[in-house]
């Protein structure tokens, strides 16, 4: 190398050095304070996210989101080898679990990947029409390959879900058919619950069918003993129907039932130690079904009913903590 190409080369080596020093101090502009190691971009990675989540907002002022959901379709495993298509939250089910605090906004940034315009429910909430998720109220819809940001104070508090409010009509890989079904759990603001851990179940099936084989069995049911009144005008209804020429109506059945996820026998079993106070939060995410849990050998305490307070005796219970003297919930 001649000494012009030696001058030209240091010239360049300090340009460089006085554009990184320059990257560096913008960086250290845009976070005052954050300790950046050189040689570790990963605690600076973090310590920048730090800053980023005690601001809550970006650089334009506009707030972070604290959940984004994605409805996509995804390929779900329920068993080895056993693989079915279905329209999810993030790709997975059921879809993420959601932990809100009664009384403080949240914001959810939903994308809808699909080519069909979508409505996400906030099941058992009170939350104001245009978050809430009901079409048919005026919520607006969730555009196909769009976006949403949903901005909401959750309450009451206890275990929710949140699923697609899109009607299937005969479709059954759509609406509640599909796997559109999350939990949502709203902590109390002045009631922390007296247990040891919290376990998250979700019932659903899955690959629908049509068939004319009647009504599933109730003879499980409690109580046992049919309600009149809504009998005869289950019947009224049907006679009407048939008087005016409609056909008997389809039931749908299901080849697959799943816990989480998984098919009995084939999912993760909860493993518990002698003495522990759990709290099962069991969500019945089904289109169509009743259902009952069977667990010989166990025995539990229903403390919520639809996320309400049960009430037992002269307590009421509430996400495992006791509240004595309360008013009964009303049921309808």
Same mark, same amino acid.
Not at 107 to 118: F, G, K, L, P, R
Not at 177 to 194: L, M
Not at 262 to 278: A, D, N, T
């Given at each position: ?30 976070? +005052? ?5 050189? %040689?570790?971009? @990963?605690? !600076?990675?973090?310590?920048?996210? #730090? ?104 309450? +009451? ?5 949140? %699923?697609?409010? @899109?009607? !299937?009509?005969?479709?059954?890989? #759509? ?158």
């Amino acid at each position: 190398m001649n000494s012009e190409d030696d001058k030209v080369f240091q010239g360049e080596a300090m340009r460089s050095r006085v554009e990184s020093r320059r990257q560096f101090l913008k960086l250290m502009g845009a976070a +005052p304070g954050a300790f950046i190691l050189w %040689h570790n971009d @990963n605690l !600076a990675r973090a310590a920048m996210a #730090a800053r980023q989540t005690e601001s809550n907002s970006t650089s334009n002022g506009q707030r972070f989101a604290d959940y984004t959901l994605h409805i996509r379709t995804s390929p779900v495993e329920i068993a080895p080898d056993r693989i079915i298509s279905l329209i999810t939250y993030d790709g997975q089910f059921p879809g993420p679990l959601l932990r809100f605090k009664e009384g403080r906004e949240i914001v959810v940034d939903v994308y809808n990947d699909t080519d069909t315009s979508e409505q996400l429910r906030w099941h058992g909430q009170k939350v104001s029409v245009d978050v809430d998720g009901a079409a048919e109220e005026g919520t607006p819809f969730i555009p196909a390959q769009g976006h949403r940001r949903l901005v909401f104070t959750p309450n +009451p508090s206890g275990l929710r879900f949140y %699923h697609t409010h @899109n009607r !299937a009509g005969s479709n059954l890989y #759509a609406g509640h058919y599909s796997g559109e079904v999350g939990a949502v759990y709203i902590k109390p603001k002045d009631e922390p619950g007296r247990f040891d851990r919290e376990e998250f179940i979700v019932l659903k099936e899955f690959e629908p069918t049509f068939s004319r084989g009647g009504d599933m069995p109730q003879h499980f049911l409690s109580p046992a003993t049919r309600d009149r009144t809504l009998q005869d005008t289950g019947e009224a209804a049907m006679k009407a129907s048939l008087a005016k020429g409609m056909p008997h109506g389809y039931e749908v059945g299901y080849r697959s039932f799943t816990i989480n996820g998984r098919i009995l026998g084939h999912g993760e079993p909860i493993r518990v130690k002698q003495g522990q106070r759990i709290l099962f939060h069991i969500l019945n995410g089904s289109a169509t079904e009743i259902r009952s849990l069977a667990l010989p050998g166990h025995s539990f305490q229903v403390v919520a009913l639809d996320g309400n307070p049960y009430r037992i005796g002269r307590v009421s219970l509430f996400c495992g903590s006791a509240r004595p003297n309360e008013s009964p919930p009303s049921w309808k």
